[in-house]
């Protein structure tokens, strides 16, 4: 996992919940010795860890959890990205564009980084369908992304998840459309 998104989520424990939530649940992932450096990719391991605690210690799920933090990033990564970002694009062609712009562009620079495959199939002007596929089985951050789009574009877009289409979760079916 890229330390960009460890380092958004040390920010996002801490600016939902505080200070010493963060470092209760470096340590009882038994991570506390560990700098997350924006710059470093750390083992899936990491997120896993710090994800399962998190669920433990709030009640929510993993897939919540991943699903809030997914949202809670999508500021961030626009400012990232924005270069690769056309003006007139709005959630829909932002979601049509990131295997292409930003998924390409991770993997030319960080060849031991992998983010998900995303086949997206334009169903229609206000309607797209897309294929999540990752061994890592986050979904749901996929999910919040989404739906952090719709809220960073101003959109009152619906999203509906569809099952997945393994019983593993690598692959997923997210359906969005625009009323």
């Known amino acids: 996992m890229h330390g960009t998104i460890l380092t958004l989520l040390k920010r996002y424990v801490q600016t939902q919940y505080d200070h010493s939530t963060w470092v209760k649940l470096v340590e009882l992932a038994g991570l506390d010795k560990v700098e997350f450096n924006h710059k470093t990719v750390y083992p899936d391991e990491h997120i896993y860890a710090l994800v399962g605690h998190a669920a433990e210690m709030t ?20 400012y990232m990205y924005q270069r690769l970002l056309k003006p007139e694009w709005k959630t829909l062609d932002m979601l049509e564009h990131t295997e292409l712009t930003m998924h390409k562009q991770v993997r030319q620079e960080h060849t031991e980084n992998s983010p998900p495959v995303l086949a997206v199939s334009r169903l229609g002007p206000n309607e797209l369908m897309i294929d999540y596929v990752s061994p890592r089985r986050m979904s749901g951050l996929a999910v919040g992304i989404v739906r952090g789009l719709a809220a960073y574009y101003d959109e009152a877009d619906r999203i509906d998840v569809m099952p997945t289409t393994t019983e593993d979760g690598e692959r997923v079916r997210i359906h969005v459309r625009r009323h």
Not at 59 to 78: C, I, N, R, T
């Open 59 to 78: 009640g929510l799920s993993a897939g919540e959890l991943h699903e809030k933090f997914g949202e809670y990033l999508v500021p961030d990564l626009m």
